[in-house]
């Protein structure tokens, strides 16, 4: 295993519970870099973002192919075992497919999924795609194997973006952006994860964006109903809302949330 972690703590510490924040595929922990990692500690959180193994500057990509979402999970618990609170897990696309495998293994204060992997796995928003953006869809496809991003000025795939972000986030993005696990993104094709809605003992909120078509809006509707639990869609912002200009609103949307439900 290879995971790393960066810590910021709150800087005017007024809740007990740590958050975790998980990546999604082609990321790392600089995912939230510029946005989360630095807004939820002025909200009084201790925050933890989590580069899970083979990702991040300190992963070892001679061995990503092999990790897959159970290591991923893996990561996480270890990561919580050596905290001393029960900590908000907020994952996005793949980061909440593995937050929903932890909390069937852990207790945790709350789950906060965005854009996140469906506990089906993402054939059916693949099909859907290939039928109504099949050159995006490629692109997206290409970048897990090899991350043009970095190298080739082009437009990210539909459904990324909504807006695009500052140039500044571009070239961060572009620095960060690496390939994905194969092991991970079949497993998300094809895999039965097993999840058991009555394992999890937590609330859990579901958050989609109605311009993405990487995890769709109805997907995420679909998750928050086999856990029958909420769940809120923002207009005008895709599956990369971090990185878009108005990632605020739905870190204050976050932030209000968990002060209801803690």
Same mark, same amino acid.
């Given at each position: @295993?290879?995971?790393?972690?960066?810590?910021?703590?709150?800087?005017?510490?007024?809740?007990?519970?740590?958050?975790?924040?998980?990546?999604?595929?082609? $990321?790392?922990?600089?995912?939230?870099?510029?946005?989360?990692?630095?807004? #939820?500690?002025?909200?009084?959180?201790?925050?933890?973002?989590?580069?899970?193994?083979?990702?991040?500057?300190?992963?070892?990509?001679?061995?990503?192919?092999?990790?897959?979402?159970?290591?991923?999970?893996?990561?996480?618990?270890?990561?919580?075992?050596?905290?001393?609170?029960?900590?908000?897990?907020?994952?996005?696309?793949?980061?909440?497919?593995?937050?929903?495998?932890?909390?069937?293994?852990?207790?945790?204060?709350?789950?906060?999924?965005?854009?996140?992997?469906?506990?089906?796995?993402?054939?059916?928003?693949?099909?859907?795609? @290939?039928?109504?953006?099949?050159?995006?869809?490629?692109?997206?496809?290409?970048?897990?194997?090899?991350?043009?991003?970095?190298? #080739?000025?082009?437009?990210?795939?539909?459904?990324?973006?909504?807006?695009?972000?500052?140039?500044?986030?571009?070239?961060?993005?572009?620095?960060?952006?690496?390939?994905?696990?194969?092991?991970?993104?079949?497993? @998300?094709?094809?895999?039965? $994860?097993?999840?058991?809605?009555?394992?999890?003992?937590?609330?859990? =909120? =579901?958050?989609?964006?109605?311009?993405?078509?990487?995890?769709?809006?109805?997907?995420?509707?679909?998750?928050?109903?086999?856990?029958?639990?909420?769940?809120?869609? $923002?207009?005008?912002?895709? =599956?990369?809302? @971090? #990185?878009?200009?108005?990632?605020?609103?739905?870190?204050?949307?976050?932030?209000?949330?968990?002060?209801?439900?803690?």
């Amino acid at each position: @295993m290879s995971s790393s972690v960066i810590y910021i703590p709150a800087e005017n510490k007024q809740f007990s519970q740590p958050i975790i924040l998980i990546h999604g595929a082609l $990321f790392s922990a600089e995912a939230w870099r510029g946005n989360f990692l630095e807004f #939820f500690p002025k909200q009084g959180y201790d925050t933890y973002a989590i580069s899970l193994s083979g990702h991040g500057n300190q992963g070892n990509k001679l061995l990503l192919n092999l990790y897959g979402i159970d290591d991923f999970t893996e990561d996480v618990v270890q990561l919580i075992t050596s905290l001393k609170e029960k900590p908000i897990l907020i994952g996005h696309s793949m980061g909440g497919l593995v937050a929903q495998m932890v909390a069937q293994k852990v207790s945790l204060t709350s789950v906060i999924l965005l854009a996140a992997v469906p506990p089906y796995g993402v054939f059916r928003p693949m099909l859907q795609h @290939m039928f109504s953006a099949p050159i995006s869809l490629t692109k997206f496809a290409a970048s897990t194997l090899f991350p043009f991003w970095k190298f #080739f000025k082009t437009e990210a795939p539909e459904g990324i973006y909504s807006t695009l972000p500052t140039r500044e986030v571009q070239l961060h993005v572009n620095k960060n952006i690496q390939r994905e696990s194969l092991k991970a993104m079949i497993e @998300m094709l094809i895999r039965d $994860f097993n999840i058991e809605p009555k394992k999890v003992n937590c609330p859990m =909120h =579901h958050i989609g964006f109605k311009d993405d078509k990487i995890i769709f809006p109805e997907d995420v509707i679909k998750t928050a109903s086999f856990y029958q639990q909420e769940y809120k869609i $923002f207009d005008n912002m895709a =599956h990369a809302f @971090m #990185f878009e200009p108005d990632w605020e609103i739905v870190g204050k949307y976050i932030s209000d949330w968990m002060t209801k439900n803690h």
